[in-house]
């Protein structure tokens, strides 16, 4: 639900995708192998400020801070 490309479409993909347009830019990432590193890549996911936007907009929510990856896991 929350991801934007599969991991099969993402294995399939890797080697001619870039750091900078899978996301992982000065993002971290600990795996245990590394052709799985591109699995959990945060372009790999669905954006959310569509979501909280809405929510801001109905107002049930206050945003209050910003978040970045800084690292991914994959085991």
Request: hydrophobic fraction near 45%; include cysteine; aromatic fraction near 4%.
């Amino acid at each position: 639900m929350g991801r934007l490309r599969s991991r099969f479409d993402l294995t399939r993909a890797g080697a001619n995708e870039t750091e900078a347009s899978l996301g992982l830019t000065g993002v971290g990432c600990i795996t245990l192998r590394e052709e799985r590193r591109i699995e959990e890549a945060p372009a790999a996911y669905k954006p959310i400020t569509p979501v909280i936007d809405a929510q801001v907009q109905a107002g049930l929510v206050e945003v209050v801070a910003r978040l970045h990856p800084i690292l991914t896991f994959k085991a």
